[in-house]
């Protein structure tokens, strides 16, 4: 009889890989999550920032607060993905 497939050997060969990749690349995955979430944070304050300039050409008026602009669906959130909230005071936009 001559079957072919993989032997048990093999099996565990290729899943002693798999798991020394996932091994290497998991811990490096975490280490990026703050980088990204403090980029995403910077570019949603830019597109907050973008948003006044939009509210102010439509109403002749910069809006009072973050939340204007969420009521007014030029923002649809005011939190950055951080868990930062977004203010708006003294014409500038940022997280706290």
């Known amino acids: 009889m001559n079957q072919k497939g993989f032997t048990l ?12 990749l996932l091994i290497i690349t998991i811990p490096n995955l ?12 910077e570019a949603l304050i830019m597109t907050a920032e973008a948003q006044v300039e939009a509210y102010y050409i439509e109403n002749d008026e910069y809006p009072e607060s973050i939340s204007t602009l969420v009521d007014g669906e030029y923002l649809k959130q005011s939190t950055c993905p ?15």
């Open 9 to 20: 050997i093999e099996m565990l060969i290729v899943l002693l890989i798999i798991s020394v």
């Open 30 to 41: 975490t280490k990026n999550t703050d980088s990204v979430r403090s980029k995403g944070c």
């Open 82 to 96: 951080s868990g930062e909230v977004l203010t708006y005071s003294n014409g500038q936009v940022t997280a706290e």
